[in-house]
């Protein structure tokens, strides 16, 4: 069983910053990939970024350059910073791990970016 917790979501304007986190309630270290979904209403959830054991990153297209996901062992935690935020960036932001062939997601936070 793994828990995960986010947080870091928030309003920000068009063009700011926000850096979510993903703390595991185990260590990390063993999950092979972890990852950041996004679902704005009335759209499905999507991956916005993936990151494995051996740091190997996916990005989907719409925040390539503009948003980082990383991981820290140490504090089995999972980051996304993310920059120049826009208005469609706008959505509930997902953790997703995947521990034993079984996925686990946290509760979500929202990110509203404002034009």
Do not use: H
Request: hydrophobic share 35%; aromatic share 10%.
């Amino acid at each position: 069983q793994v828990q995960l917790v986010e947080s870091g979501g928030g309003l920000v304007q068009a063009g700011g910053s926000l850096r979510l986190s993903c703390a595991a309630s185990t260590s990390i270290f063993s999950i092979n990939r972890m990852g950041w979904y996004r679902q704005a209403p009335g759209k499905q959830r999507e991956l916005v970024a993936d990151i494995t054991s051996n740091d190997n990153t996916n990005y989907t297209d719409s925040v390539k350059g503009r948003f980082t996901i990383t991981r820290d062992n140490a504090k089995n935690t999972v980051y996304l910073q993310m920059n120049s935020l826009k208005p469609e960036d706008t959505a509930v932001y997902y953790c997703k791990a995947v521990f034993k062939y079984v996925v686990y997601w946290g509760q979500g936070t929202q990110v509203t970016v404002s034009s």
